[in-house]
């Protein structure tokens, strides 16, 4: 039985008297693709933010790695190799293209490596991830220069180059087109290929359909189903959500 | 040791009534900090402002300062709307508001009170009103009228405006924009039209602070500047944009500092304020009340 | 440029200034330029916290006092001199500036900034009521007329402007190394996104910390020989309006991204302001400062230098 990469136990979270979130439990196995999909307003994004550490969670539990998260800023937990990016794009926006990956592999990377890390290798792997994202003709843009698109896969490329073990995509693929949907898919597929745990947030069924391996539903803060992708979209409590 | 019981009671009561006046002081910062998320620490100088103003024409035509507080209530409404839509179309909408909207309330905080130094001088101005020096009396326990009447106003004052929160369409729209702009522009009411309103209400309510400031004590210049920890430390100890938490984190404030200032000397009585305000903010920034 | 060659230019910078000073040989020159330097290290402070991390100290004139009054201080219990004054002070205001940080920097940039607004008002307080140090009534500091530095006699004012003139250097370079280097990435990243900074494992609460402690250190250090130079301290002018509205006007006005904005906005507003005292008054000297802050926040928010970057950029279309 391999030990799960991240553990999620009975996580809860508040904001006044809304329950944002209501227990959830969740497991995500080293190198797996697991998709999380769920309403408007299920909890995904505040799941992800417990996770991550953007929000702390007043009950439960997250284990990564081993490691009980409990207390660790999201700084900590981004260095220790978790790794997110915003549903809405939060570029660095005083900032050129290529200086916003510089930053995750200037602080997360580097506080992994150490001294290990020159500048020199900083920098190709810096064009590395802006040629994997297809940015690199922009790399001296600043953002605001960016289409929305563009914006998107700078968000991801941010995440990757924090070079993690665990990326959560939250929503990376609303608005684009259908070719892009497949480039960013394959990059994603490619990433889990080199060992990336990949946790995919999306409402675009197709895609979250063709790439996980396990589908997680969140409704109104707790989780109604997960497990086989083909198997879970049948149930009849996910069909409730959706259409009812 | 013969503890001067009589003494203390005073204090306190002194601090109620000092209580009083402190929440015509802070409400306009609970709307427009608490509700409206903007750092408006210029708040104190509109406050002196309307001091002068109120010195002016009641020195100048004998008027009672608080009726002058009462009839400048629409100018500072329009003085804050105004100044709210520079604050809007020159940092809202560009979301620089963080830094140069800080910057920007600083400046009209450093300008007026320069201002008044270069035309009214640094001599302490004060009103004159029948009521400013006799007080009521019940056995040992003084009841300044110069301090009852600002108190017992404000909280009227507080009443109505919680009333027009909790019950008129646009006060509701005020509280909905606090909470979240967007489902507020779904509701077709236009959002900078409510902020607008708000600050300018904000506003007006310092004219009436001001009225009742230079009737409780003389002012100079400079004294904006003491308020301005004592406004936030009230907002954030009761809990930003909460009415009833300014009335709590008023009162609590007037009666520490009135015991502060009766057993240890006025002198210690600025610290007192900004003290609770980092304290605040160091370990309970939610407030006493939280939110 | 190279930090190394930066930090020799500058000082061949600050040479030239001083043989410039002899050449002119005008007492009041010093005086002056004093006050103008000092506004320089208060602005580039400043800017560390403000401009690069975009978080706003409401009371510089706080961390100033801290510097003038600890020089009160050892000159009442144990003279010792001025340079090692400077670095005491520093460290003083360094860990006032550490100690506040931790306070309040884990709530949100506005919070912060009333919390220094706080801070300066409670400091004022303390001192007010601290007798040792001459409380309301002031403190005199004797200063003598002449110093010896390397066998040679000169006017105490001079000693004074040189410190200052080494202190302007220091910070102006400390900035300029700070913004080319990681810790001024990861500054930038506080100021562009704090959420996203941390997401992307920016350890932000330290790095804020690093830039409160750096900016209060060095305007303590400022502040440490104000009371030879002014002669009798009190209160009212350590904790005085014109530094407040001078730190952050002249890095917003100069322009806040670069340690070139706080330059120029010192010396531009500095110099204007030295004039303007003599002819006008200090008290329209400073409204005047104040209604440019205003006007340059929003018309120009990025100060003269963001007006200079707009036409080259237009130019190059």
């Known amino acids: 039985m391999t030990e799960p990469l991240l553990k999620v136990d009975g996580v809860g979270k508040r904001f006044g008297g809304f329950v944002a979130l209501d227990g959830i439990d969740l497991a995500v196995l080293p190198g797996e693709r697991l998709g999380l999909i769920g309403p408007n307003g299920s909890g995904k994004s505040t799941l992800v933010n417990c996770i991550c550490g953007t929000l702390k969670n007043e009950s439960g539990a997250v284990t990564f790695d081993g490691r009980k998260m409990d207390g660790l800023a999201a700084h900590q937990r981004t260095i220790l190799g978790l790794a997110r990016s915003f549903q809405l794009p939060r570029p660095f926006h005083s900032m050129s293209v290529a200086d916003n990956l510089r930053i995750p592999l200037l602080y997360a990377v580097k506080a992994r490596a150490g001294a290990a890390l020159s500048s020199t290798q900083l ?3 810096c064009v590395e991830y802006l040629r994997l994202v297809g940015l690199d003709h922009k790399a001296r843009k600043l953002p605001r220069d960016l289409t929305q698109v563009e914006m998107r896969k700078l968000e991801l490329a941010r995440a990757m180059a924090a070079e993690p073990k665990l990326l959560i995509a939250d929503e990376s693929m609303a608005g684009l087109s259908h070719s892009e949907i497949e480039d960013i898919l394959k990059l994603l597929m490619q990433l889990n290929a080199r060992g990336i745990t990949i946790i995919l947030i999306e409402h675009i069924m197709s895609a979250v359909m063709s790439f996980s391996q396990r589908l997680a539903v969140l409704v109104s803060g707790r989780k109604i189903a997960d497990g086989d992708p083909q198997e879970v979209v049948r149930n009849p409590e996910v069909e409730k959500a959706y259409l009812g | 040791m013969d503890f001067p019981i009589e003494l203390l009671i005073n204090a306190i009561i002194a601090g109620v009534l000092l209580g009083g006046f402190y929440i ?3 409400v306009g910062i609970s709307i427009s900090f608490g509700m409206l998320d903007i750092v408006n620490i210029a708040h104190p100088a509109f406050i002196i402002l309307g001091s002068y103003l109120v010195y002016i024409v009641n020195s100048t035509f004998g008027i009672d300062p608080v009726l002058v507080g009462l009839l400048m209530l629409p100018v500072f409404y329009v003085l804050g709307a105004a100044v709210y839509q520079v604050y809007y179309l020159s940092f809202e909408k560009r979301g620089q508001e963080a830094l140069r909207g800080l910057a920007f309330f600083f400046g009209i905080l450093f300008i007026t009170e320069v201002g008044l130094i270069l035309v009214f001088g640094v001599d302490y101005r004060y009103a004159e009103a029948p009521y400013i020096g006799p007080a009521l009396r019940f056995a040992f326990v003084d009841l300044p009228y110069r301090m009852l009447i600002p108190c017992v106003i404000s909280l009227l004052l507080l009443a109505a405006l919680q009333l027009y929160f909790s019950r008129t369409f646009i006060g509701r729209a005020i509280k909905a924009v606090a909470q979240d702009q967007q489902a507020l522009s779904l509701m ?8 607008r309103i708000a600050f300018g209400i904000s506003i007006a309510t310092a004219a009436l602070a001001g009225a009742f400031l230079v009737i409780i004590q003389p002012v100079e210049p400079s004294v904006g500047r003491e308020y301005i920890g ?12 909460s009415l009833p938490g300014t009335v709590v984190g008023a009162m609590l404030l007037g009666v520490v500092e009135s015991i502060t200032a009766t057993f240890y000397g006025p002198s210690w009585a600025p610290a007192v304020a900004f003290g609770f305000l980092l304290l605040t903010l160091a370990f309970r920034p939610a407030g006493l009340l939280g939110r | 440029m190279r930090s190394r060659v930066f930090l020799i230019v500058s000082i ?4 030239l200034v001083l043989a410039l000073t002899q050449a002119v040989a005008n007492n009041y020159l010093f005086f002056a330029g ?22 706003v100290n409401f009371g510089s004139a706080a961390f100033f006092a801290l510097g003038a009054y600890t020089s009160v201080f050892f000159h009442k219990t144990y003279q010792i001199p001025i340079p090692l004054l400077m670095l005491v002070a520093g460290i003083v205001s360094g860990i006032v500036g550490l100690g506040m940080g931790y306070l309040t920097l884990r709530l949100r940039g506005s919070f912060f900034a009333i919390a220094t607004l706080a801070l300066a008002v409670v400091l004022q307080t303390l001192i007010i009521n601290w007798d040792y140090v001459g409380g309301s009534r002031g403190a005199y500091v004797i200063r003598p007329n002449t110093i010896q530095v390397f066998g040679m006699a000169i006017p105490y004012i001079e000693y004074l402007f040189l410190l200052m003139l080494l202190l302007a250097v220091a910070a102006i370079v400390t900035a300029r190394m700070i913004e080319r280097s990681r810790l001024g990435y990861g500054f930038a990243t ?18 804020k910390l690093i830039a409160t402690t750096i900016s209060g250190a060095l305007m303590g250090m400022a502040g440490a020989p104000f009371p030879y130079y002014i002669g009798y301290l009190e209160p009212s002018s350590a904790f005085g309006l014109a530094y407040a509205v001078n730190a952050i006007a002249m890095p917003m006005i100069g322009g806040t991204g670069t340690w070139i904005g706080p330059l120029i906005g010192a010396l531009l507003l500095g110099t204007i302001q030295q004039v303007a005292t003599v002819t006008i008054s200090s008290a329209v000297n400073l409204l005047i400062v104040g209604v440019l802050l205003v006007a340059f926040v929003i018309i120009a928010p990025n100060g003269l230098v963001g007006l200079v970057q707009q036409r080259l950029r237009a130019k190059e279309r």
């Open chain 2, 188 to 195: 077709a009411a236009n959002p900078v039209r409510i902020k």
């Open chain 1, 123 to 125: 920098d190709e792997h």
């Open chain 3, 190 to 207: 506080i100021r562009d996104d704090e959420l996203a900074a941390e997401a992307a494992g920016v350890p932000t609460l330290r790095l």
């Open chain 3, 12 to 15: 061949v910078a600050a040479l």
């Open chain 2, 230 to 241: 004592r406004v936030f430390a009230i907002c954030v100890l009761g809990g930003l944009g």
């Open chain 2, 24 to 26: 015509a002081v802070t």
């Open chain 3, 34 to 55: 004093y006050v103008v330097l000092q506004f320089v290290v208060l602005a580039t402070a400043w800017n560390i916290l403000g401009g690069y991390c975009g978080y």
